[in-house]
Every structure is written in C-alpha cells, then in structure tokens.
C-alpha cells in the first residue's frame, strides 16, 4: 500500500491521506486522518453535539427517565418490550405503586404480579420480572445494604430474564456505565445511518448493529446517549418513513444520501401467524359463573378465563352468542366467541371454579377475557335483573 498525508489550504485542523488502495484499478481513497488516528470519542464529537442539541428541545419527560433506581428502571424496559410507551405509562405508574422496590416485588405472589399486568399482554415478561426480584432479594441475602441492587453489567445479566438489551439498559440509564442498548429504534436508525441492508432480526444482525452501536456510543455520556438515540429513532427516524428534514444528524446519514432510509431496516421473514378457534362459554346462576385457570403451557399460563373447547372451526350452537373477537399475538391470531347460558345450576366442568361476577376483579384475567367482561357487561345485568 502506498499512501501520502497532505493538509488542504484552508482546513488546516485537518490532515488527510491519499491511499492507493488498489495498484490494479489504480484507485486512490481519501481518508480523514483524523478519522484513523484519533480516538473514538473525538471522531463522533460533532455528531453527539447535533444529537443532544436536538434531544435537549425534543425529549419527552417520561417517567422512568426521571429517575436513575435500577429497580424502576428495569421495571419500566420490561414493560416497553412489547408496548407502546403512552399504555406503558399508566402501567408503569401503577406496577412502581404497588410494588415500590425490588423486595415488595419479590414478596408478591405470582397472581398479585399477573393482576398489575393485567391487559399489557405478553406475561411472560411480568413472571420473569417476579422471578429476577426473586433471585435479586436471594442472592443478597448476605450483604449489609437493603438497597444493593445489582450493578455490574455481568451481574445484571445474570438476572432471570434480563438479556444483553436489558442489562445495557439498566447499566447505562442507572449507573451511566459505557454500554449500549440497542432497541428496535435504535436498530433502526444504524441501519439507515450506515445503509446497511443486514436483517437485523437475524443473528449476524444483531450482532453487527450491536457492534456498530459500540462504536458510536460515547463512552463519557453513555446514558444521554442511549436515551438520546433511542428518542431519535421513536421521533424522528421512525417507521416506515423517517423524517429526515428535521433530523439533528442527517448529515452523517449514508441512507438518506443514497436514498435507501425508507427501505430501511430490513426484516428477514415475518413471524408465521397460526389461527385458532376458542369457543368461550358463559354459565350464570344468579350472579355465579364458573372460570378456570390456564395451567397448560400455552398462551397466558395461569390467567384466568371462562370455560373453553378449542375447536378447528365455530360450530353451529343454539346457545345466544354474546361476542366475537379476533386477537392478534405475535404468532397467533385469536379468533374466540363467548357464549352466555343461564342456568338453574352450575355445571361440573372439570378444573372450573365458583364465583361471584363481581369476584372476578380479584383474578389476574387474559386481555381477550377483559375485552369480552366490557362488551358483555350490558348484557350480563340484562340477563340477570
Ligand atoms: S437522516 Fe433520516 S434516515 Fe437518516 S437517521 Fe436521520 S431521520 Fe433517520
């Protein structure tokens, strides 16, 4: 390789290098010396100032954002993995109030845990939580401060249900320790930042966007950063298209200059959705109607819902049909209708419990079941009075 420096009239701060990289093609590169030799941190300088001007004006004030406690923290990215942030909110505010620190969590039982989550969906996501608080009160057993939580990226991932995202969360917005979090925003904004086409939902994406987010992250702010990025990307950089007219860092955006930001990122394949067929039914004697819980390993385990036959496809039934739903999950779509018989006495479906309708506030219930309680309570009271 031959190459020669050179520092160009009137950009005398910078000094560049022509690199014949290639003898065959006779092809010279220019090359910000800068760019090479200088750190990290120095290299983005620039981009970081257009990035938290526009984040100082445009940041939203968002709950968990005002605070720095690990626990609150943790609680509030376990809730916005599968949620939008205006739901997430009252959520978030009413999860904290009930469960103010890791050990009321910890102490809670997995229904009051599945009460509070009630709705959000996902529950996975609030058993795991219960779980990690678990571990946490456990493994600190030993220690002289009620308030240890863990602190070190590592320790942090060792929690029960908290991955690389989660953890760099925690260790950035917490402990403003150098680690990134890169979230489906932030995958989006690297991938047209650096016009890159790798699925970012395969395991090579992952890892590259991870990396190219290393990369930028400024070591000395790494919790603005992350915050500041992740807004770029939930504000302006957004789904499907970006608008990149207002956006502080269009500058330094390969995809909007070689207009491929609106293709960008790209998804390898979309979930295979399978269609089910729930048939609900409703007994009611009096102000009784019998639930079970869902114990099997299956959608919404240990939730409680109205008795159910799954079918291949709604069959003819006399019964008075009360409501239809189709409810979509990531892989699955719903389709349930919920019948209503009023009977002299409740019959023994196996696994079923007695209770009183306005009971039914104490169980942790599945979104489809809530859905159904609203839509049928007008002509639940028609039934019964
Ligand atoms: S210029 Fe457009 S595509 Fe590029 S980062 Fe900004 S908003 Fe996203």
Not at 28 to 53: G, S, T, W
Not at 267 to 280: G, L, T
Not at 291 to 296: L, V
Request: aromatic fraction near 16%; glycine fraction near 4%; charge should be neutral.
């Amino acid at each position: 390789m031959f190459c020669f420096f050179f520092k160009p009239f009137g950009l005398q701060n910078y000094t560049f290098f022509l690199k014949y990289e290639s003898f065959f093609e006779k092809k010279f590169v220019l090359q910000d010396f800068f760019c090479i030799f200088a750190p990290k941190m120095k290299k983005n300088e620039q981009f970081y100032r257009y990035l938290y001007a526009w984040y100082a004006e445009n940041r939203r004030v968002l709950p968990w954002r005002e605070t720095t406690d690990p626990y609150c923290i943790w609680v509030s990215e376990i809730i916005l993995q599968q949620t939008r942030v205006q739901q997430g909110i009252d959520y978030y505010l009413r999860f904290i109030d009930r469960f103010p620190t890791v050990d009321d969590l910890a102490r809670a039982t997995e229904d009051e845990v599945l009460r509070m989550w009630q709705g959000l969906g996902y529950y996975s996501r609030a058993r795991n939580l219960h779980k990690g608080a678990r571990y946490i009160t456990e493994e600190r057993k030993h220690l002289q401060s009620p308030e240890w939580f863990p602190a070190g990226y590592d320790e942090l991932r060792r929690i029960p249900g908290v991955g690389d995202y989660t953890a760099g969360a925690i260790a950035s917005f917490a402990y403003n320790l150098p680690y990134p979090a890169p979230d489906g925003n932030v995958y989006r904004v690297l991938a047209r930042l650096n016009d890159d086409e790798t699925p970012f939902d395969t395991t090579e994406g992952k890892k590259r966007f991870r990396k190219q987010d290393c990369d930028l992250l400024d070591q000395t702010q790494p919790r603005l950063f992350n915050s500041a990025l992740m807004e770029l990307g939930a504000l302006v950089c957004t789904h499907p298209t970006p608008d990149c007219e207002v956006c502080p860092v269009s500058d330094y955006c390969l995809g909007l200059k070689h207009n491929t930001a609106a293709l960008l990122p790209v998804r390898k394949s979309r979930p295979v959705v399978r269609d089910r067929y729930f048939c609900y039914t409703i007994y009611l004697n009096g102000d009784k109607t019998l639930i079970r819980q869902r114990t099997e390993k299956d959608i919404w385990h240990h939730l409680w819902e109205f008795p159910l036959e799954e079918v291949e496809a709604f069959p003819e039934r006399e019964t008075p049909l009360l409501g239809e739903f189709t409810h979509q999950l990531s892989h699955q779509r719903i389709h349930a209708r919920f019948y209503i018989e009023k009977v002299p006495e409740l019959p023994p479906v196996p696994l079923t419990y007695a209770v009183k309708l306005s009971e039914l506030d104490d169980y942790a219930l599945s979104r489809l079941t809530l859905k159904a309680l609203d839509l049928i309570s007008e002509s639940v009271s028609r039934v019964l009075f």
